[in-house]
């Protein structure tokens, strides 16, 4: 089994290495541990060394694990958002990343005020216009936004992405750096703050933080390799 704490502290290091390389401050960066697949007592090895923001893709796994765990973390939702999952997502989940329709955007922001919740959400953008993945499409974000603007239970954060797979991480930084100026001229032409940036996983979060992201969304090089793939993952 994989020492977390070892493993943990040395993706603390590389992230502090990244934000200096990058000229940014350490705290601008938020690790979110993916600990989708892992149990809670493996989790609790990642809360006893000091972590708090973790993420979980599926509800159905999520669900019984929380209730195991301490309720001072902070749970980010980070798999596909079901509709039919909204009402039970809400409440456990104060940040979710797979806003990735206009229609998901108002049928969430919908539940939110009937609960009474106000989520902080990224919209995910499908920077490779690949067929196979979800997301707005990058030319459509724009478009998008007035209407999203107008839903006030939401808190848009910024945007999310999962990049084209590559082997060699350096090949993923143009997507991270084409999210930052999709940001960026979003921002300048909305005038909505749009903050947050989530991209970056164990294979290229270093790359991520280079380009400016602010949430790297870390699992197996935490937790270890992952013996079965959750479905509902993002992808
Ligand atoms: C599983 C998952 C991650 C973490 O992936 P690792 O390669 O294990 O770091 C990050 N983001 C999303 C959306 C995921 O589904």
């Not at 108002?106 to 902080?120: C, F, S, Y």
């Not at 999310?160 to 001229?185: G, N």
Request: hydrophobic letters at 45%.
């Amino acid at each position: 089994m994989a020492d977390v704490p070892e493993q943990l502290a040395n993706i603390r290091g590389r992230i502090a290495a990244a934000c200096a390389a990058a000229g940014r401050a350490v705290d601008e960066v938020t690790l979110v541990a993916v600990s989708k697949t892992f149990p809670a007592a493996t989790v609790m090895l990642a809360v006893d060394a000091g972590q708090r923001v973790f993420g979980e893709s599926r509800l159905q796994e999520a669900e019984p694990k929380l209730t195991e765990l301490p309720p001072d973390l902070v749970w980010h939702f980070i798999g596909r958002v079901q509709s039919n999952k909204v009402r039970k997502i809400l409440p456990l989940f104060p940040v979710v990343h797979g806003i990735d329709s206009a229609r998901l955007a108002e049928h969430v922001d919908r539940i939110a005020g009937e609960l009474g919740l106000t989520p902080r959400v990224f919209l995910q953008v499908n920077i490779g216009r690949e067929a196979s993945k979800g997301g707005f499409d990058p030319d459509e974000v724009l478009g998008a936004l007035p209407g999203l603007q107008d839903l006030k239970h939401l808190r848009i954060e910024g945007l999310m992405c999962i990049p084209p797979a590559v082997e060699d991480p350096e090949d993923a930084r143009p997507w991270f750096a084409a999210m930052r100026e999709l940001r960026d001229s979003l921002r300048q032409r909305s005038g909505m703050a749009l903050p947050a940036l989530s991209m970056g996983m164990s294979h290229d979060f270093e790359q991520a933080i280079l380009e400016g992201a602010t949430h790297v969304r870390v699992g197996s090089a935490i937790f270890g390799e992952r013996s079965y793939r959750v479905d509902g993952e993002l992808g």
